[in-house]
């Protein structure tokens, strides 16, 4: 597959009982990362890729995102908008680890793109 999914993540109103229902229901085990203003971003990698993270955002879409990986975070991003998508997040840095962009597709379905640091 030329564009694999890499990353799963998890936005929910209740971090400790996502954490609890996903440990006990398929072993996972997290490691929670003090993010500051953010909260806490706690990140989970199971034994098959991929893994991914999970975090409480009051004021954000709650459910699952998965990631989309690309070489070229500004040019994919560009071709998604140009294609119909609604760009929420654009070629966003997240510090020492890559870049994301956040968007609907054209029928309204959420996914983000991410480009390794």
């Known amino acids: 597959m030329a564009n694999p999914f890499v990353h799963l993540e998890l936005n929910t109103t209740d971090?400790?009982?996502a954490q609890t229902f996903y440990g006990e229901m398929f072993g996972w085990?997290?490691?929670d990362n003090d993010m500051g203003q953010f909260g806490i971003y706690s990140t989970f990698k199971p034994e098959k890729d991929p893994?991914?993270?999970m975090y409480a955002a009051p004021n954000?879409?709650?459910g699952w995102l998965?990631?989309?990986g690309?070489?070229?975070i500004k040019a994919a991003t560009a071709k998604a908008k140009s294609l119909g998508a609604q760009i929420f997040i654009d070629?966003?840095?997240i510090p020492n680890v890559g870049w994301m962009s956040v968007m609907n597709d054209p029928t309204?379905?959420?996914i983000a793109l991410f480009q390794p640091k």
């Open 91 to 93: 070629s966003h840095e």
């Open 108 to 110: 309204g379905s959420r």
């Open 70 to 72: 690309v070489d070229d």
């Open 60 to 62: 954000m879409p709650q």
């Open 51 to 53: 893994g991914g993270g």
């Open 15 to 17: 971090l400790k009982k």
């Open 66 to 68: 998965a990631y989309v």
């Open 29 to 31: 085990q997290f490691q």
